[in-house]
C-alpha cells in the first residue's frame, strides 16, 4: 500500500513538471513511455519508419500542448495514448489522400474528366467563394484541404487554438457548400 501511495504522486509531481515546461520532465516521460506509443503506433501503421516517425510527432505534440494536460483528470501515460491515436488517424488520413490522389493521376485524360473550361470555372468559382469566407478561415480552408495540413499544423501555421481552427474550417466548409449550391441552383435556372 505504501508503494502505490509513493508512485503515485511520484507520477503526479513529473506531470505537474512536464505541463511547466520541464525539459528533464520530457526525458523521464519519454523514458518511461516512448516504447509504449512506439507499440501503438507500430500495431496501428505496420511500418517500423513510419511508428517511429509517430512516436516522434507524439513527443513533439506533447511537449507543445503540454499545457493540456491535466494531472488531476488522468495520467501522463494515458494522455500519450491518446495524442498516439490522433496522430496514427493522421497518418491513416493521409494514407487516404495519398492513395485518392495516386488513383486520380492514373484517370486517363477525357476519362472521367471535365472539359478544361469548366475545371478552370470551377476553380475560379472556388476561389472567389473562398474570398468571400475572409481571413483567417480561407486561410484555415487552404491549408486543409490544399496543403493537405493536419488541424494541428494549421492551427501551428496560423498561431490560433486547435478548436477555433476546427470550428473555422467546419464552419467554412459549409459556407461553400452553400455558396456553390446557390451558384448551382442559379446555373440550372
Request: charged fraction near 30%; avoid cysteine; glycine fraction near 6%.
Given at each position: ?19 511547466g ?109 473562398l ?13 486543409a ?17 486547435l ?19 446557390e ?7
Open positions: 500500500m505504501t508503494v502505490d501511495a509513493e508512485v503515485e504522486p511520484d507520477l503526479h509531481d513529473l506531470a505537474e513538471r512536464l505541463r515546461g520541464s525539459r528533464e520532465a520530457l526525458e523521464e516521460v519519454w523514458a518511461r513511455w516512448s516504447s509504449l506509443v512506439y507499440t501503438l503506433a507500430l500495431r496501428s501503421v505496420g511500418d517500423h519508419h513510419d511508428a517511429e516517425d509517430v512516436t516522434q510527432q507524439v513527443f513533439v505534440a506533447a511537449w507543445r500542448g503540454r499545457h493540456t494536460l491535466r494531472p488531476d483528470r488522468g495520467s501522463v501515460p494515458g494522455w500519450l495514448v491518446g495524442i498516439t491515436r490522433h496522430k496514427v488517424a493522421d497518418l491513416h488520413a493521409q494514407r487516404s489522400r495519398r492513395a485518392r490522389d495516386a488513383a486520380a493521376a492514373t484517370t486517363l485524360p477525357g476519362q472521367h474528366a471535365p472539359p478544361l473550361d469548366e475545371r478552370l470555372a470551377a476553380r475560379l468559382l472556388l476561389a472567389d467563394a474570398d468571400r469566407l475572409g481571413e483567417p478561415r480561407a486561410s484555415a480552408i487552404r491549408l484541404l490544399v496543403d493537405e495540413l493536419t488541424h494541428e499544423e494549421v492551427a501551428a501555421r496560423l498561431g490560433l487554438p478548436g477555433t481552427v476546427k470550428s473555422h474550417i467546419r464552419r467554412g466548409l459549409a459556407a461553400l457548400r452553400r455558396h456553390l449550391e451558384v448551382s441552383d442559379d446555373d440550372a435556372r
